[in-house]
């Protein structure tokens, strides 16, 4: 009977980790109606480039992405304090608790953020100093967290 259980349990368990992979929207992806998205305002994705936002939820987070003219995903950001990457980083964090997490490298997209690549393929993204845009403090938390193509 514990064999059945346990059976049973890791098939409920498997899939629904399945569904879940399933609902994230990814870069590539087509927008399809099986998803919700509102048009929102034009968001910037990289310096000097402005897109289309569309908001959706999925799972409870807030997800901007952005699409090409295929109706594919080629940018995705969150703000949603509640999402957590596979690398266990999320919004608030400071740049040293991230530096403790990964070796990756920060580097600076001129008028847009300090931006550092994470193993999992998001990106985590901190505001310039308002006093000096090349600089950074170690205190200086995560704003947002997003991929793009």
């Known amino acids: 009977m514990k064999t059945v259980i346990s ?3 890791t098939i409920i368990l498997f899939n ?9 929207v990814e870069i590539g992806d087509k927008v399809t109606d ?6 929102g ?27 090409d003219k295929n109706n594919l995903v080629k940018y995705i950001e969150t703000k949603d304090n509640v999402f957590i990457t596979e690398d266990s980083i999320k919004i608030g964090m400071s740049l040293t608790e991230v ?5 990756n490298e920060l580097r600076l997209e001129r008028g847009w953020a300090f ?23 170690p205190d200086s938390t995560i704003k947002w967290i997003f991929k793009r193509k």
Do not use: H, R
Not at 16 to 24: D, L, P, R, T
Not at 47 to 56: K, M, N, R, W
């Open 41 to 67: 305002s034009f968001i910037m994705i990289s310096p000097a480039q402005l897109e289309v936002g569309y908001t959706t939820v999925i799972e409870g987070i807030k997800f901007t992405i952005c699409k």
């Open 99 to 103: 530096k403790k997490l990964t070796n």
């Open 115 to 137: 931006v550092m690549p994470l193993p999992s393929g998001w990106n985590v993204a901190f505001e310039f100093s308002k006093d000096d845009f090349n600089k950074i403090s």
């Open 16 to 24: 629904s980790c399945n569904a879940q992979k399933k609902a994230m």
């Open 7 to 9: 059976i049973i349990l």
């Open 34 to 39: 099986s998803i919700t998205f509102k048009k």
